[in-house]
């Protein structure tokens, strides 16, 4: 069954240290997102892209982030300069269809980001 | 705003126990509301979902059902299994947007 994947799983990372979380959606989706949950508060919306572009953000989502889609499978998360309060469990979906049409998302499990 | 809130966890039951996970929600519009459940080791799968108020939705034995009156979308299951033994968020999603508005999450432990 396809899946999405994520790496890395954990990353340990001192406080001003750049870090890409990866993501490989669904070969046929055509929508991505990532979340977050930090430890013990709720799962939070950062970002949605398609067609090259970012299509809706959140008010989290500020300069120190970026997503980008390199090739043709990979969708990434940039943290430019990270801080003690980005730690956090980065979770990467994926649609067929755009969410507002209720197109079920596909999460991948995760990596946690644990700065130091 | 909108937002979800869930019943605090930890849940602990006892296999073939009834199990109640309250969500209640607050939005503006019409939003659709969703269980997700996260195994471990796994990333979040739906569960189930309903589009409109009195949907019920079903799924591996678990029901929900869309409650507008009392902004509620309760997970129910008659009999659980060791096996269920997961996270559950319920999630809203308002008409025409992207985001999925989750709740904190309740961590449910089934015994044998």
């Known amino acids: 069954e396809p899946e999405v994947t994520q790496t890395p799983s954990h990353q340990v990372t001192q406080m001003g240290q750049e870090v890409i979380l990866r993501c490989v959606p669904i070969?046929?989706?055509?929508?991505f997102y990532w979340y977050r949950q930090i430890l013990g508060q709720k799962v939070e919306f950062l970002v949605s892209?398609?067609?090259?572009?970012?299509?809706?953000k959140s008010e989290i989502f500020d300069d120190q982030f970026s997503v980008e889609r390199p090739d043709g499978s990979n969708f990434t998360l940039k943290i430019r300069s990270t801080k003690l309060e980005d730690s956090a469990m980065y979770f990467c979906?994926?649609?067929?269809?755009?969410?507002?049409?209720?197109?079920?998302?596909?999460f991948g499990e995760g990596s946690r980001l644990t700065v130091l | 705003g909108n937002s979800v809130t869930q019943m605090e966890g930890p849940v602990t039951l006892s296999e073939e126990a009834f199990l109640t996970i309250n969500c209640t929600y607050t939005?503006?519009?019409?939003?659709?509301l969703f269980w997700y459940v996260q195994y471990p080791g796994e990333g979040l799968q739906l569960l189930l979902k309903?589009?409109?108020?009195?949907d019920k939705g079903s799924n591996k034995g678990f029901e929900a059902t869309y409650r507008k009156e009392t902004t509620s979308f309760h997970l129910e299951k008659g009999s659980v299994q060791v096996s269920d033994s997961a996270v559950y968020f319920c999630?809203?999603?308002?008409?025409?947007?992207?985001?999925?508005?989750f709740g904190q999450g309740t961590r449910l432990t089934i015994n044998p």
């Open positions: 979906a994926s649609s067929v269809l755009a969410g507002g049409n209720t197109g079920e998302l596909f």
């Open positions: 070969s046929n989706h055509l929508y």
């Open positions: 892209f398609y067609n090259n572009e970012i299509s809706e």
């Open positions: 939005a503006t519009g019409y939003p659709s």
């Open positions: 309903a589009t409109k108020a009195d």
């Open positions: 999630a809203l999603r308002i008409q025409g947007a992207q985001k999925l508005v």
